[in-house]
Each structure stands twice: as C-alpha cells, then as structure tokens.
C-alpha cells in the first residue's frame, strides 16, 4: 500500500484528497519503478485542479508532473537504468504526487550525484 495525492472534483485546494493505493503487481516492460523522494508543485497543477486545463479523464486523478526518486524495480526490457538509480522526469501522463510510481524508462534521467532530489525535481521544468 502506498500514498498519493488526487484531485477528487474540480475545485480549489479542498478537492485533494491523501488517499491509500495499491501498486499494480505487474511492472510493464519498458518501465521502471521509482520511489519518489521529491516531486515539482507546478503552476499547471492548479490549472488542472481548477479546470482551466482538462484533466485526462474524470476524477479522481493525482496531478503532477515532476518528480525525482530512487528506482526499486526494472521491467523486463529496462537496459540503461539500474536498481538504485536516482532518476527524476518531467513528463505526462499526470500522476507525480504519489510515493511510488511505475513510469516509462524512455522518459526519465539520471541525476548526478552533485544536483539534490529536490533540485532535480524543480529543474527540468
């Protein structure tokens, strides 16, 4: 069981809701799984929450685009990342306030050791 973040209607800051959830138990090929120690809070999350930005499909949804952490599990397919890779993304589809996610290898960066999580959370945008 993990935690996330959702946009449970359009609204203002009172429609997020901290809600539990289950990681799907298989990880797609081409994806790793990142345990995510720091996430971007960007402008457009408050456009997609408000409605001024359509959400990719009906409530509830966890917004957020940027996020950095550190891998826990490869796909079969995975090549270029290893278990323990810190890696950070900023990419759709939304879903980057969560604890742990399942996110396409082909989308994600290794950080250096010298650029802290959160500065790499932050950066790419």
């Known amino acids: ?8 209607a359009i ?3 009172e429609v997020l809701k901290y809600i539990d959830y ?7 090929k081409d994806h790793v799984r990142i345990r995510q120690t720091s996430i971007g809070v960007n402008f457009i999350d408050t456009y997609h929450r408000s409605g001024i930005y359509p959400l990719p499909s009906k409530p509830p ?14 796909g079969t397919e995975v090549e270029d990342f290893n278990i ?4 950070c ?8 306030y969560c604890e742990i996610r399942d996110f396409p290898s082909s989308k994600i960066i290794k950080i250096p050791n010298y650029i802290s999580a959160d ?3 932050s950066i790419l945008l």
């Open 1 to 8: 069981m993990s935690k996330k973040i959702v946009i449970s």
């Open 84 to 87: 323990g890779d810190r890696v």
């Open 22 to 28: 289950d990681l799907p138990s298989n990880l797609q």
């Open 119 to 121: 500065t790499a959370a």
């Open 61 to 74: 949804v966890c917004p957020g685009l940027e996020a950095a952490g550190e891998i826990i599990d490869l």
């Open 89 to 96: 993304y900023a990419a759709v589809p939304l879903g980057a």
């Open 11 to 13: 609204g203002g800051p």
